[in-house]
């Protein structure tokens, strides 16, 4: 699994038949900075997000046969999943992201 930030959503009129409904979401993948704290990647990862996350939202995903094991996904056309929602993510004791807790 990776993290993510969701950075917008992605809308195609013409897709595959098994995708038809659902939504997906724009990332912009994580990683640790030279300070500790999260910063954005570079590249983007368009991913099925069955969770409803919104943007902004910090994520965790998966990729390749593992965005497959979802509930309901083992059939659909995806690459990258949208698997969990986060709340707070800690290094070495010390917290690098709190999300809002509603």
């Known amino acids: ?5 969701v950075i917008g959503q992605v809308v195609a009129t013409q897709k595959d038949g098994k995708l038809k409904g659902r939504k997906l979401a724009l990332l912009r993948p994580l990683q640790l900075g ?3 704290g999260l910063e954005q990647a570079k590249n ?3 991913a099925i997000d069955t969770l409803g996350a ?11 046969s593992s965005a497959r094991q979802g509930d309901g ?9 949208v698997v969990g929602i ?6 070495d004791k010390k917290s690098v992201y709190k999300g809002d807790k509603k």
Do not use: I, R, Y
């Not at 996904?73 to 999943?81: G, H, R, T, Y």
């Not at 986060?86 to 290094?91: E, L, N, Q, T």
């Open 54 to 64: 919104g943007e902004g939202a910090v994520v965790l995903f998966c990729q390749g």
């Open 73 to 81: 996904l083992k059939e659909v056309p995806v690459d990258a999943a």
């Open 1 to 5: 699994m990776l993290l993510a930030k």
């Open 34 to 36: 030279a300070d500790g």
């Open 44 to 46: 983007t990862v368009v």
């Open 86 to 91: 986060v709340d707070s993510v800690d290094v």
